[in-house]
């Protein structure tokens, strides 16, 4: 299957395949999808906006590139990756290493103006993984992010595009190394239709991370542990929907690590932030969500060992082929596929584990 290599020229124009059950896979379009959900359905997306994530830096003169893994704190401290020599147009597993780092070393970030990040910690088994401090803080910093940074992007796309190309239209925190792009389709337009035909659509704040990093043994660890907020209304729609058996349709992987992450952090789900380091697989027991809407991920894919706990491979294996004969596109930019209800999800099970 072929990458979409730039934007569509709207938003919600993207296909979409339709995994229901055991029914016939349904070639379809993003615009079906009110038509495709029951009133009362609850779909959750992720508004967290993608950050400014990918920065210029030099370490003792050699030229590198700093790639936010999400929020900082108050301090100006961040969990960072850093790459060796290259662009956006060399593949993420053709960069060079980094330099190694250790902790009190400075990395110089940005274009001339820099301003100076301090190594505060290195990772013991991926020295490209750092965490820094900026001298900056507060809104300087966040000027200065938003000054020289640009979005992560990777080598097949057409062009450099500009950040807002990667934010959904809900995008509010910036929070996200790199753009939730399930949701990026879903227009004004579209959560219209869905509203007036009694479908739920809740938000919660998950801070997606990197999906490459180049270094092989630290990519097997993805994904790092991420920060989430999932608000009070979130908890109240998904106990009402499980109370009348509806569905609770992710829209993109990272919302089924915030929801089920909080089930396992706090033994339940529940309103607040916490961190997570939850990983989706083919044996994972999901308890609160049992749908997802999500991009086109083929065998040998993170993503695709991912939505294993959706669907059997046999199935994702069918979506991918057929979605392939029918020049659908996969990335952030591509083409969609919804997949409803799998046949191992118990809603009575979710009702036991949803509130205490």
Not at 37 to 62: E, I, K, M
Not at 146 to 152: K, V
Not at 219 to 236: S, T
Not at 332 to 342: K, P
């Amino acid at each position: 299957m072929s990458p979409a290599t730039s934007p569509p020229l709207r938003r919600d124009s993207l296909r979409m395949l339709v995994a229901s059950g055991g029914q016939p896979l349904q070639l379809s379009a993003l615009a079906e999808l009110p038509q495709l959900l029951d009133p009362g359905d609850v779909l959750v997306v992720n508004d967290a906006a993608t950050l400014p994530a990918s920065l210029p830096a030099q370490v003792a003169g050699q030229t590198c590139e700093l790639r936010l893994l999400g929020p900082g704190d108050a301090s100006g401290r961040f969990i960072c990756v850093l790459f060796g020599a290259g662009s956006w147009r060399v593949p993420t597993e053709h960069r060079g290493s980094p330099p190694r780092l250790h902790v009190g070393d400075t990395i110089d970030v940005g274009h001339p103006p820099q301003q100076p990040a301090e190594v505060v910690a290195v990772d013991p088994d991926s020295p490209r993984l750092v965490e820094v401090r900026f001298a900056l803080h507060g809104p300087a910093l966040w000027e200065f992010l938003y000054t020289h940074g640009r979005a992560i992007q990777y080598a097949y796309l057409a062009r450099r595009f500009d950040l807002d190309a990667f934010q959904t239209i809900y995008a509010r925190r910036p929070w996200a190394a790199e753009m939730p792009s399930a949701g990026r389709g879903l227009s004004w337009a579209l959560l219209e239709q869905l509203a007036t035909r009694g479908i739920h659509v809740v938000r919660l704040t998950h801070a997606a991370g990197l999906s490459s990093t180049g270094d092989p043994d630290l990519d097997a660890r993805l994904p790092l542990p991420e920060r989430f907020e999932i608000p009070q209304p979130v908890v109240d729609a998904i106990v009402r929907a499980r109370a009348n058996d509806n569905r609770v349709i992710a829209v993109g992987t990272t919302v089924v690590r915030a929801l089920e992450g909080s089930v396992r952090l706090f033994g339940e789900l529940r309103a607040g932030t916490g961190t997570t380091d939850f990983r989706l697989s083919p044996t994972t027991d999901l308890r609160v969500v049992d749908s997802i809407l999500t991009g086109m991920h083929g065998e040998g894919e993170s993503h695709f060992e991912l939505l294993g706990a959706f669907a059997p491979s046999s199935q994702l294996r069918a979506i991918w082929d057929l979605a392939a004969a029918h020049n659908y596109r996969c990335h952030e930019f591509g083409d969609l596929s919804l997949i409803l209800r799998s046949n191992h999800i118990h809603p009575q099970t979710h009702k036991q584990t949803l509130r205490k």
